[in-house]
């Protein structure tokens, strides 16, 4: 799996994330696509991953794995600070 499939969720419109992970898989002939997300964001990346899949790539894409953890890193204030992360990993099925 390289990096190129990966979508990072953020501050876009939420249709731009959907059509990444369509792009990936239908011109870029991903076999996987990973939607990552951190904090407010995995909802919004939970969306994408379920839009994409059952309205879009119904029947070609499923969700294979989720993956939830938490990252810790220093804020501006000198803090630690714990985030939440997922990772949504997306397959093309098998014909």
């Known amino acids: 799996m390289n990096e190129d499939n990966s979508i990072f969720i953020g501050g876009k ?3 731009n994330y959907v ?3 369509v792009m990936q898989f239908t011109t870029k002939g991903a076999d996987e696509v990973i939607v ?4 407010k964001f ?3 990346a939970v969306d994408v ?6 309205r879009f ?3 070609t894409a499923s969700v294979k794995t989720v993956t939830i953890n938490s990252e810790e ?4 204030e000198g803090r630690q600070v714990r ?3 997922i990772e949504v990993l997306l397959v093309k099925k098998k014909k």
């Open 13 to 15: 419109p939420f249709m």
């Open 19 to 21: 059509t990444g992970v």
């Open 36 to 39: 990552k997300a951190r904090g």
């Open 42 to 44: 995995i909802s919004r």
């Open 49 to 54: 991953a379920e839009v994409a899949t059952k």
């Open 57 to 59: 790539l119904e029947g």
């Open 73 to 76: 890193f220093e804020n501006k």
């Open 83 to 85: 985030v939440s992360t």
